[in-house]
């Protein structure tokens, strides 16, 4: 029934009243047991992510809850607590003799309890992390190995909130 309601809306133009439709429509097959678990499942994360596609505020505000879960999450596991240096060792020079050196770079630590672990410093690595993160790019930081699987799950779920509020935008716009 609201399929057909709003295909009527469509072909009167009425964009606004579609989209209300629209609403309908994807609410009655959220809650209908004529489609299989999976797919009413699926129909409930699209409804709370971002209320099917049509309100960005819903979408937006879950970027803003992942952005700031993902810097404290770096702050206190992800940056570490002292930058690593490469550090390059060698043979001094003998006549006729080869000269081998080696580069070794430390693996990123964190040291100290949680509650020193919130230094404006550190908080200001992780935010450019996850600002980073949002638009798929790598920060090029060096993290722990908490902190790049933090940063790694950044990469996955923010930019969809970000694109599920740019469509819903989108769809306001062309209201």
Known sequence: MYRQ??????????????????????AMRRHSFGYRHAERWLLQAYWLLSGYGLRAARALAWLVTAVIISIFALTLWGVPTSDTRAETTGTLPVAGQRISLSTDTAPPTLTGPLTERITGERVEKAVQVVINSVIFRASGQSLTTTGTYIEMTSRLIE????????????????R
């Open 159 to 174: 930019p969809g909130f970000l694109a599920l509020a740019l469509l819903a935008v989108r769809g306001r716009i062309r």
């Open 5 to 26: 309601l709003r295909k009527a809306r469509e072909d009167s133009k009425d964009e606004p009243g579609a989209a209300d439709f629209y609403y309908g429509e994807m």
